[in-house]
């Protein structure tokens, strides 16, 4: 048979399980606010790094900074990495892939649009401005 509970002692565990709850709320924020804190910390070292490898392509390539972004971001999708390990190996002296075939690409100074313009859907057709819009 269950015994009858205290009053002072079922207000004493209510006690203890509102400050238990207040204790894990407090542990996932801190270690929420660490993980936010660890990504960003991660995001400015990126950023550096990918500040880096844009200014070893602009002396490299000739090109201005919105041009050697592109051409680091190209490189980094059309090898299915991340932007920031190519930023790396750029940083460490290894060469981009070539540039496309296409011409001088995006971005040279005084040399016309981004290359993007060029794309065409698989009917043929070119596809609506919204669809590829300016960051491609």
């Known amino acids: 048979m ?11 565990l209510q006690a203890y399980a509102g400050l ?7 542990a996932v924020t801190a270690q929420v606010k660490g993980r936010l804190a660890d990504q960003l910390q991660a995001a400015l070292e ?3 790094l990918i500040e880096q490898a844009k200014a ?4 490299r390539e000739e090109l201005d900074a919105q041009a050697a972004f592109e ?5 980094a999708r059309s090898s299915a990495r991340r932007l920031a390990d190519v930023a ?3 940083t460490a002296g290894q060469p981009l892939p070539p540039a496309g075939v296409t011409g001088p690409g995006p971005g040279r100074a005084g040399q016309g649009p981004p290359d993007h313009h060029l794309a065409r859907l698989q009917d043929g057709t070119r596809p609506p401005r ?3 819009g300016d960051d491609l």
């Open 130 to 132: 919204w669809m590829v």
């Open 88 to 90: 790396k190996d750029v």
């Open 46 to 48: 990126h950023r550096w």
């Open 56 to 59: 070893v392509i602009m002396g």
């Open 2 to 12: 269950a015994e009858k509970s205290d009053p002072s002692e079922v207000a004493a």
């Open 71 to 75: 051409r680091l971001r190209r490189a």
């Open 20 to 26: 238990v709850a207040s204790l894990l709320m407090a």
